[in-house]
């Protein structure tokens, strides 16, 4: 029982810790929280940030404006160069618009030759040329339309009404992928899960190994293998206790809780933090200064999290990256989220699920054969 | 004496090779994981023709002549914007399903209107739906035109067949404008910062109740000051030099990319290396903890900066810049990382300068407070 409470007092030194891991993973999911992924379930225009600066104020300006705001987020407010830049670098905007005096009375004269609208865009993006695109678009009907007799105000009218007609689109995937909140919550889970654990359990069980300490217990009564007992039943609570934290967090913060893919994922959840109890134990039996704790903690946990599609989906990683990633539990844990969002079943993710524990058995029996090593060195 | 010290402390820096080890293995296993996770993201950012299957479900010449007509021909600021295919639909939807070799099948119907058929949203699918939506709404026009102005229809059509265009696109400036290059700012910010942990021990190390080393340096006639000054120096010196090999590796191993004048990155990041060092001097002069919760208290200062200046998560930066800016201004983390931000996007200006100041004058507040601090602490007294 010595050890057992001995664990305890030795992670309440690491309180502070666990409490800014735990402030940092709950300011990430919320943030990200308020982010739709991309469904599937029905066709939408995807939306980007324009910052607009109108010099005209005409009615054409501020039709199209009104035209680009149905599907768009505008800025209209008065925004350094700066902030201009920052926006668009951070992807915050896509595109800059500066509609020139004049505009709308050269518009409106149908001039072969009229004044255009200065763009500012990152180089070559899909999003800033989607935004021109949606523009020249509404420009160019409402011109014609204008051409066929009718006045802007009628024009503008019937360019919006026929450009926001998306009954042409069909969506023809026979895989309804959702993009409820709950998917967003829980992929990130993992990087709080492995910084929680590395910060608070690693730095503890090093610290039972450390020579002195480890030369003392030995010598005690105790047996070694009850006292190895009493540090994973103490692991296993510490770890029991952050996963309850964590789900019921992630479950509050996307507002859903023992549907049927919320077990799903709970289990996904289950599975990788048997995962990274596995990761922990295997890092602990490499003789490693507890002080490196914060260091290790913070590579561990960001580059699982960057390589196995936790903080950027995994669509978008790169060839290499996603190679690297499926030899990562992350990665497996991500695409079982992401086979829930499609509407798998369980045996679906299963093999998610083994894989991800395979991974954790072979790091384990790596770290142990690693411990034995070691042991038979000192001795 | 002086010297003497700060040789003696240099070798206890030097000497601390498991602070030097990990404080350099940040910039170079986080670099590398990075530059493979992010390497080829921008790329997909960038504007390519859209891969579209055309499918033709009908025989009037005159239609699909139309159709591929317009289809072929549009363009934006010179770049084509669709990248053809025509296909039977069995075909096109089986390229469609197949890991989306086409983006999207336009379907060009009989009575001259287009569909268009999607597997997911994004970028591309909008491109091509304001795509067939503009072309089905001129069919529209042009029948509507025919029975209310029909002695305006010519000029309709006319209207329709030129290609005019109402913008002129312009680049963002700035030499490097991967947003995922600002990883990279917050992971050498990090790597400053962390390198505060040389200098940590400072404080407890020469206060005669904190450590044994304090002790016998309290009972030396050499004055206190001395050997925090020696102390921060040496801290100081380790840290430039593992901060400088860091970011040697990820400009020059790694190449990445990180825009603006390189000399001026070194600068920089010297700069940062004695901020952290600043940091770490202070938290170590604070009150009476132990070095663990100095160490707590320094981890979490620089995790939860790091966080915020957006290591894990790169849009954060610009959502506290919204949010709740003073935090920007404040966070050292996020300071550093703008600075290279601004060599890189706007050069050596006065926001840079402006970053330049707040780095100066928060290492000198931090090294006076400490100073300060573990000045004229006294212990028990008879």
Not at chain 1, 248 to 268: H, K, N, P, Q, V
Request: hydrophobic share 45%.
């Amino acid at each position: 029982m010595i050890v057992f409470k001995t664990f305890f007092k030795v992670l309440s030194r690491y309180k502070f810790s666990m409490i800014m891991y735990l402030v940092i993973a709950i300011a990430i999911i919320t943030i990200m929280s308020g982010f739709n992924s991309s469904g599937n379930a029905s066709y939408y225009s995807v939306s980007q940030g324009i910052i607009v600066l109108d010099n005209d104020k005409s009615e054409v300006s501020r039709g199209l404006i009104k035209y680009l705001e149905t599907i768009n987020y505008i800025y209209e407010d008065s925004f350094s160069d700066e902030q201009i830049t920052d926006m668009i670098y951070y992807t915050k905007a896509s595109n800059y618009l500066v509609i020139p005096e004049g505009f709308g009375a050269a518009f409106l004269s149908g001039t072969s030759t009229p004044l255009k609208i200065e763009s500012t865009k990152e180089v070559d993006t899909r999003m800033g040329y989607t935004v021109e695109a949606e523009m020249d678009g509404y420009l160019k009907l409402t011109a014609n339309y204008m051409k066929g007799g009718y006045s802007f105000k009628e024009a503008d009218e019937l360019s919006r009404e026929s450009l926001a007609d998306i009954s042409a689109v069909n969506m023809v995937s026979e895989v309804v992928i959702q993009d409820d909140k709950i998917f967003t919550v829980f992929t990130i889970l993992p990087y709080a899960l492995l910084t929680l654990l590395c910060s608070a359990v690693l730095p503890v069980i090093l610290r039972f190994g450390t020579m002195l300490i480890n030369r003392r217990t030995g010598i005690s009564s105790m047996s070694s293998a009850k006292k190895q007992i009493m540090i994973a039943l103490a692991s296993a609570i510490v770890t029991v206790g952050i996963i309850v934290v964590l789900i019921m967090m992630s479950s509050l913060l996307s507002g859903e809780m023992f549907t049927a893919r919320w077990g799903l994922i709970a289990i996904d959840v289950l599975v990788f933090s048997m995962t990274a109890v596995m990761i922990i134990i295997a890092l602990s039996s490499f003789g490693i200064n507890p002080d490196a704790a914060p260091a290790i903690t913070n590579i561990v946990a960001l580059s699982f999290s960057f390589l196995g599609g936790i903080f950027v989906p995994i669509e978008h990683l790169g060839g290499t990256a996603k190679a690297i990633g499926q030899f990562l539990p992350t990665y497996w844990y991500s695409e079982a989220i992401n086979r829930i969002k499609s509407g798998s079943s369980f045996t679906e993710i299963l093999n998610c699920l083994l894989i991800q524990l395979l991974f954790g058995v072979m790091v384990l029996v790596i770290g142990l054969m690693v411990g034995k090593h070691n042991v038979k060195k000192t001795a | 004496m002086f010297l003497n010290i700060l040789c003696k402390k240099l070798k206890i820096c030097v000497n601390n090779k498991q602070n030097i080890f990990w404080t350099l293995m940040f910039p170079i296993i986080l670099g590398t994981l990075f530059t493979i996770a992010f390497g080829g993201i921008f790329e997909t950012y960038k504007f390519e023709e859209i891969k579209t299957a055309v499918v033709f479900d009908t025989d009037d010449e005159q239609v699909i002549s139309n159709a591929k007509n317009v289809l072929e021909n549009i363009s934006n600021d010179g770049k084509k914007l669709l990248d053809i295919q025509y296909l039977e639909y069995a075909e096109a939807e089986a390229l469609l399903k197949d890991g989306e070799k086409v983006n999207g099948i336009i379907r060009v119907k009989e009575d001259g209107k287009l569909t268009l058929d999607i597997i997911s949203n994004g970028n591309a699918s909008t491109i091509q739906q304001s795509i067939v939506t503009g072309y089905n709404q001129n069919v529209t026009m042009i029948e509507k035109v025919a029975s209310e102005h029909p002695e305006k229809l010519g000029e309709v059509i006319n209207g329709i067949s030129k290609s005019t265009s109402y913008v002129i696109p312009k680049s963002l400036g700035g030499d490097n404008k991967d947003p995922f290059i600002s990883y990279f700012y917050n992971l050498l910010a990090m790597t400053t910062l962390f390198a505060s942990m040389h200098s940590l021990r400072i404080g407890n190390n020469t206060q005669a109740n904190m450590s044994k080393v304090g002790a016998r340096a309290n009972a030396s006639p050499v004055r206190r000051m001395s050997f925090q000054i020696a102390g921060f120096i040496a801290s100081y010196l380790v840290s430039l030099a593992v901060v400088e090999i860091g970011l040697t590796f990820v400009l020059f191993v790694l190449r990445v990319e990180f825009g603006g004048d390189i000399l001026m990155i070194y600068l920089t990041s010297a700069l940062a290396a004695l901020l952290g060092v600043a940091l770490g001097f202070f938290i170590g002069n604070l009150g009476s903890f132990s070095l663990d919760k100095k160490e707590g208290i320094l981890v979490g200062i620089t995790l939860l900066g790091c966080a915020l200046s957006g290591l894990m998560y790169g849009d954060m930066k610009i959502i506290i810049a919204e949010k709740a800016p003073i935090i920007n201004k404040i966070n050292p983390s996020a300071v550093i990382s703008d600075s290279y931000y601004c060599l890189n996007m706007f050069g050596a200006g006065s926001r840079y300068f402006e970053t330049v100041i707040y780095m100066v004058g928060l290492s000198l507040v931090l090294t006076i407070g400490g100073l300060l601090l573990g000045r004229k602490v006294s212990y028990d007294s008879i």
